[in-house]
């Protein structure tokens, strides 16, 4: 069984940036698309950015030339590279393989403006 572990979240002031880790353990064989999501408070859960392979990327738009997704099978590790945070981008942050519907158990992020 396949579990995905986050790191990297903390509080950082609003302009700062914060760089999220997401270690997958067990066998990860075919593991496919991965994605990291976010839920900031009293909202839904929404999709941040997805990588697949070979590293077809896709952001949501709020986050487009502030974020950058990255993956390294051979460390079976999933990146999410923040900068220029803003307030709205503070919420509880979720490492997904998609395709196996695996889900880590988040790690807080919280900008302070």
């Known amino acids: 069984q396949v579990h995905l572990v986050e790191s990297g979240g903390g509080v950082v002031q609003a302009g700062g940036s914060l760089s999220l880790s997401c270690v997958a353990s067990?066998?990860?064989?075919?593991?496919?698309?991965m994605a990291w999501y976010r839920q900031a408070p009293g909202k839904q859960r929404e999709l941040v950015a997805l990588?697949?392979?070979?590293?077809?990327?896709q952001y949501v738009d709020s986050v487009k030339g502030r974020f950058t997704i990255s993956r390294d099978d051979a460390k079976r590790t999933l990146g999410l590279q923040m900068r220029r945070l803003k307030p709205e981008d503070t919420g509880v942050y979720y490492c997904?393989?998609?395709?196996?519907?695996?889900w880590g158990q988040g790690t807080q992020v919280t900008v302070s403006s």
């Open positions: 990588i697949g392979l070979p590293g077809s990327t």
């Open positions: 067990g066998r990860i064989a075919g593991i496919g698309i």
């Open positions: 997904s393989a998609m395709t196996a519907g695996i």
